[in-house]
């Protein structure tokens, strides 16, 4: 079977980079350009402030994103992934409301570690108009949030997570419904092991032994005790409390061979229907998990309910 290499077919950065648009647009990316052995204009992935202007490009050309920043250190996502996952959760939205794709603020996301940088609600209000709630552990990530959402004039709910070791208690409220919740979960298990991560992506790169992290990161960004498969465990034990008000629930899985404990999970959970859904990005694969407490008949009432 050949292998998926493409982006969403309606992911806008599906045919690369387009960089005479991207500096047209914001100007100061000029002076990050670079070109690469084949004659082509990009950047110097390894430096960080080459990728927080190429990420303020996409998201003023794409976005309609007037001003994006975010504090030193804090994770620089790179766009196009982000986007994908946006994109294939409209599919799965679109399987529980008559292959119809649902837009607009009566569609409910939550956005479970948003982030400094805002990307998911960013790019998910662009592209189809749903209301996000982002909700993080980092007061100092919420309050860049909510910086991005003043000078954009965006209508983004954001809420501060008190206890880290609750994820939807405390921040989802009694009368919220969600269609999806969505989530980025730290993928190391310790700071050590995610500085080993970088180093083995450097090396495979070509790129010798670079100390620093390209897209940046906190420790809760970046790792957590047990490593994303005991967040996710976490996450299917407690979305348990919360399976009448939430459609669907998701999250990134980085690592394949996770995938079959959080099968079993999933299963233990008693949930209605779980799926893997795969995304391919040039010569990786990444995907995501999703699963719902809602029989598929009942599934589309979420979506009547929505257009009242």
């Known amino acids: 079977m050949a292998t998926k ?30 070109t690469n052995p084949l004659g082509q204009t990009t950047i110097d992935f390894q430096n960080v402030l080459a990728v927080r202007m190429l990420n303020r490009a996409l998201l003023t050309t794409y976005y309609n994103i007037n001003f994006w920043d975010i504090p030193p250190n804090y994770l620089c996502p790179p766009i196009p992934g982000r986007v994908d996952y946006i994109h294939y959760l409209a599919d799965l939205l679109a399987q529980s409301n008559n292959q119809e794709i649902p837009r607009g603020r009566n569609v409910k996301v939550l956005d479970i570690g948003t982030g400094a940088s805002l990307v998911y609600p960013l790019i998910g209000q662009s592209e189809y108009g749903w209301h996000f709630t982002g909700v993080d552990i980092d007061p100092i990530a919420i309050k860049s949030a909510q910086q991005i959402c003043q000078f954009n004039k965006l209508k983004i709910t954001l809420r501060h997570q008190n206890n880290r070791e609750n994820i939807f208690k405390g921040v989802i409220e009694p009368r919220d419904a969600f269609h999806v919740t969505m989530c980025n979960p730290p993928f190391h298990s310790s700071i050590e092991q995610a500085d080993k991560g970088t180093q083995r992506k450097w090396a495979n790169l070509g790129k010798g032994h670079s100390q620093k992290l390209n897209f940046g990161g906190q420790n809760a960004e970046l790792w957590c005790p047990g490593g994303e498969i005991k967040f996710i465990a976490s996450m299917v034990e407690q979305s348990m409390e919360f399976a009448e008000q939430c459609l669907w629930f998701t999250s990134l899985v980085s690592k394949k061979d996770n995938l079959q404990p959080l099968s079993r999970i999933l299963e233990k959970a008693k949930v209605a229907n779980f799926k893997v859904i795969e995304m391919a990005q040039g010569q990786k694969t990444s995907r995501f998990v999703a699963w719902t407490f809602v029989k598929e008949n009942q599934r589309p009432l979420f979506f009547s309910a929505a257009k009242t």
């Open 5 to 34: 290499t493409m982006l969403h077919p309606r992911n806008q950065h599906r045919e690369g980079y387009d960089f005479a648009r991207l500096v047209a647009q914001s100007p100061e990316l000029a002076a990050f350009a670079i």
